[in-house]
């Protein structure tokens, strides 16, 4: 059984080095600027360029909203916008649940 424990096990308590307080704290850091890099700066740089394309919408614009419908803006609300996707119907659509502004005359005839 003596394969079992490793040699590092049998060395005297006291004789190891300790490693630095600086040297204990770099992998976290590390890893905080890691998940900022790749998590948080990429995810507030999509909500920004989101909250600019929601302000900038406007009646006429052509979009597509998160749940899938295609449309014509036809009024604009402070929370809310009326969305026409088909002639003659309409749909409240809240501003935040748009997906992307489409090029105009991308959609044919409603």
Known sequence: MDW????????????????????????LVALI??????????????????K???SGISKGDEVV???????????????????EIAEGTEVKVQKAALAQVLPKGSLKQL
């Open 4 to 27: 079992l424990i490793s040699s590092a096990m049998a060395q005297q308590a006291g004789s190891a080095a300790q490693p630095s307080l600086m040297a204990q704290l770099f992998p």
């Open 52 to 54: 600019s394309m929601v």
């Open 65 to 83: 909203t998160s749940g899938g419908l295609a449309g014509r803006v036809t009024a604009v609300g402070e929370v809310y916008m009326t969305v």
């Open 33 to 50: 600027v890691l998940f900022y890099f790749m998590l948080i700066r990429p995810q507030m740089k999509r909500n920004k360029e989101h």
